[in-house]
């Protein structure tokens, strides 16, 4: 990242937060700081019931937007994709082929659905599999470092 954009972690933590709520109230497991197969890391992936999966990429500042072009990469790993953002930030600076959430410390609102065709966008069963099993793993994995901060971990 730049150092000349600016970092504002709290409202990005506020507009997770949000997000998470938002995803919890709707029945889906949001999971945070996901690691993709790739390299790349998912702000919040959450999943379905069904196995849907939506990847929401924070975005705190219009700065940390136009400094940040990597979010298309992510459109290979999920069936729905959104931006996270707080009231105030210009919507219309966002493509209108993601979905839009509004959010705050408090909960969201889903303003746009992901446009794109549930068809198009359905992961293939083998890479739906391995993103499942990597969320149910570091899900896992963060749960036991709460329970056992001490313990050390396998190799």
Known sequence: MSTSVRLRPDVTLAVTRGACRLWRVRGWTPLLEVPLADG????????????????????????????DSKWVDYLAWCDRFYFAVTSDFPHDILPDTAGLIVADAFGGDILRDDPRPAAETRLPAARRKALTLRCARLGAERLQRLLDPQATLAV
């Open 40 to 67: 790349r890391r998912a702000d919040i992936l959450a999943l379905g019931d069904d196995g849907t999966a939506a990847i929401v990429e924070v975005k705190s500042s219009i700065e940390d937007y136009r400094a």
